[in-house]
């Protein structure tokens, strides 16, 4: 009995270490996820997702939808997949990620396990003006040794201006730097974006840029979020960049895109225009 039972200590212990052989948990067995919480246009992330059944896709985004998934890694889990996501929501509420996804077989996906996740709306601090200067009178000039200093002052301008009369200097003017345009700003996220390198603070800092700007450009401040992404998505220049930037959130591989031709409403623009909020 000893001797037979030590070849099972070692397969269990393999199956262990390999979880590719283990096999695929019912949805009872899969533990409970925990929400995830994030705020309106924030990129939010939920890890190690395991779905039963064959692999998923995200669900093509509309012009309604109110949050965008993107699925960043897959990983083989017995007869299942391990999931990691990245979601962008774009009206507050509780939504479940798992009614954003599809097989790719176009299978029936059956029950799934629920992905929750909270977003809250982002609020605006309060602003406060600083207090009005009061007028106070300022201090007449007076005594010795302040006409002494005004005296010293002027014999010294006076000897500055007599070395320098009849001297004729050519002095090379610097021709002004070329201001920084909006367009200067977005050219490196984009290209990053298009090339899978984006980092998480610099893909929020590209949507930040491009809604603060069009939102300030169409006058959208007071609308909701929801309407003022609806509005811009149907926008002639501000549709372009932000459905392709969509889709570069739920797409491994976007199709080639012309950066120079995406930028072009933004190069007359300076870089100060694009950051107001």
Not at 41 to 49: F, L, Q
């Amino acid at each position: 009995m000893r001797r037979a039972f030590i070849p099972l200590l070692f397969v269990a212990i393999a199956a262990a270490q390999d979880p590719t052989s283990a096999p695929s948990p019912t949805i009872a067995q899969l533990p409970v996820l925990e929400p995830v919480r994030t705020t309106v246009g924030m990129i939010g992330h939920v890890a190690g997702v395991v779905l039963p059944g064959s692999e998923f896709e995200p669900i093509e985004t509309t012009p309604n939808s109110n949050v965008v998934v993107r699925i960043e890694h897959v990983q083989k889990h017995g007869s299942a997949n391990r999931y990691d996501l990245e979601f962008t929501a774009f009206e507050k509420g509780d939504y479940d990620l798992a009614s954003c996804l599809r097989r790719k077989d176009r299978s029936d996906a059956g029950p799934l396990p629920k992905i929750p996740v909270v977003v809250t709306e982002v609020r605006n601090q309060e602003q406060h003006e600083p207090n009005a200067l009061s007028s106070v009178p300022a201090p007449k000039l007076g005594g010795y040794s302040t006409w002494l200093w005004l005296l010293g002052s002027a014999w010294v301008a006076g000897l500055v201006a007599i070395a320098f009369v009849g001297k004729k200097r050519a002095r090379a003017t610097a021709p002004p730097p070329k201001p920084i345009t909006l367009a200067d700003r977005l050219r490196p996220l984009v290209a990053a974006a298009l090339q899978g390198s984006l980092a998480q603070e610099q893909r929020a800092e590209l949507e930040r840029l491009l809604l603060s700007f069009w939102r300030d450009r169409l006058q959208l401040q007071d609308r909701p979020a929801r309407d003022a992404i609806r509005e811009l998505r149907n926008h002639p220049e501000a549709g372009v960049v932000l459905r392709a930037l969509e889709q570069w959130l739920h797409r491994r591989a976007p199709e080639p895109v012309d950066v120079e031709s995406l930028l072009r409403p933004y190069a007359a623009v300076g870089d100060d225009d694009g950051g107001r909020a």
